[in-house]
Each structure stands twice: as C-alpha cells, then as structure tokens.
C-alpha cells in the first residue's frame, strides 16, 4: 500500500515544470497591432476630455443628458440581453456601463456632459447587446434632435422612439432627460493647440513616446502665443512621478493643458497607463 501511494507521489512529481519559467507565463500575447490600438484608445480619451473641458472656439454651449433606461420590444438570444447605450455628437462619443441581464428593461442612469460644435444639432443613439464570445450586437437606435426648449435653457424629460429589427420606430423606447447652458466667454490660443498621439514602440524601447501635432497659425490669428514656464520644483516633482518621461514631453503637456499642474498629471497618468 504504502509503495503505490509512493509512486503515485512520484509520477505527479514527474509532472511538475521544473527550471526557470518562460517570459510568456501568465502573460497575455498582446500583437504590436493590439498594443497600438489600446494606445490610439488612450489618446482618444484624453483628446475628448480635454474636447470637453478646454476652451472649444466653435462649441455652442454644454449638453448634459442623463440617460435613464429603455424598454426594448423583444429579447434577442437565449438568454436576457446585457444592453448598454452609446452616444455619439458630432465627433465624440460616449457609453453607459452594461446592464447585465437587463433584457428588454435596462436601467443606466448614466450622466455625460459634452461640448456641442456650432451648427450641431442631433444626437445618434445606439443600444448594444454586450456579447462574450461573438461581437456586440446592434439591437435598437435612434436618431434624436435636440429640443428647442432645451437649446432656451429649458430641462426636457421625454421618451424617444428607437428603430431596428422590427421596423422604424418600433423597437421601443428610450428615456432621456437634458438640460444645456450656452457657452461663456473664452481665451482662445491657437498656436498652442496640440494633439498628443501616444506611439507604441514596436522596434525597441528607445523609440519616442509620443508624436506631437502642431495647429499651423490661420489667417486672422489674431492673439500672441500663450508663454508657458513650468517650475523647476514643479518639473522636478513630475519627473519623480513619471520618471520613464523625458521632461519635453512633461512640458509639452504641461503646455497643451494651459499650465493647469493637476490636468497636466491626470493627462500623464493616462499616457503611462
């Protein structure tokens, strides 16, 4: 007895890697491709929000729109639908988390604020069915325009039709509730309008961090460039935070978010994530 529960021990001992372990273990192959489109991710983010919070030259005003829920006509699959909601105005776009097994009721309650461009007027709504193994699918959208008492400083608490697989405006409805204020004055310097892309360095770890994109000065710019200067206890600082930064790209940023220090970290932070 005793030497069958000894060999036993034995061949799952046989069965253990023994030596050092692969680079690879628990570690997930990420392509080049993956790892850049994960970066371009990033850069949209921080381009949207500072689209949202920087001083916009053509923004008409600020939308909040609070979206509450949806009730859908029917229930796609074999089980309850995981819906969540995507929000596009003009070129930024905007998502509720999924509400798992929410089926034909999901609840979000999800608030976005966004800048509105001039001229811009509809917002496109989409609903989603979270899916594990296959790709999202699309269940249920819309196309809504912004109320004119809305645009008169007016809050609007309405439902909205929403078209898909059951025809137009027939997929069921979608509560919404917005509120806007127009926008205020602003300083707007055009020469320091910068557009910071995150690169991946797919040939060795030498390569740049990032690219950085100059606006070059229209005709009727008017206004100087803004000088910005970041303290030498202040770079100091940053660069302990960020020491794999080289300091032209702290500055660089420190300039895009017009010398405000705390933007300037939130923004680095989401370069180094």
Known sequence: MASAVSGKIRERRNRVLLGPLPEDFLRLNISPQEQQEAADRQAAIALQQQYTVGAIPNAAGRLNITIVQAKLTKNYGMTRMDPYCRIRIAHSTYETPTDPNGGKNPRWNKVISCMVPQ???????????????????????????????????ETDENWYKLSGKQ???????????????????????????????????????????????????????????????????????????????????????????????????????????
């Open 119 to 153: 001229g811009i007027q509809t917002i496109s709504i989409e609903i989603f069915d979270e899916r594990s193994f296959t790709m999202d699918e699309l269940i249920a959208w819309s196309l809504v325009t912004i109320p004119p008492k809305v645009l008169a400083g």
């Open 167 to 273: 025809g137009e405006d027939v997929e069921g409805m979608i509560f919404l509730v917005m509120t806007y204020s127009p926008a205020g004055p602003y300083v707007y310097q055009p020469y320091n309008q910068l557009m910071l892309v995150p690169r991946v360095d797919v040939g060795g770890p030498h390569g740049p961090p990032i690219k950085v994109f100059h606006r070059s000065p229209k005709a009727g710019d008017s206004l100087p460039p803004l000088e910005l200067v970041l303290s030498e206890t202040d770079l100091k600082q940053i660069e302990e935070m960020f020491p794999n930064l080289d300091k032209e790209v702290i500055k660089t940023v420190f300039e895009a978010n017009r010398g405000n220090k705390d933007r300037t970290i939130n923004s680095l932070l989401q370069m180094a994530d």
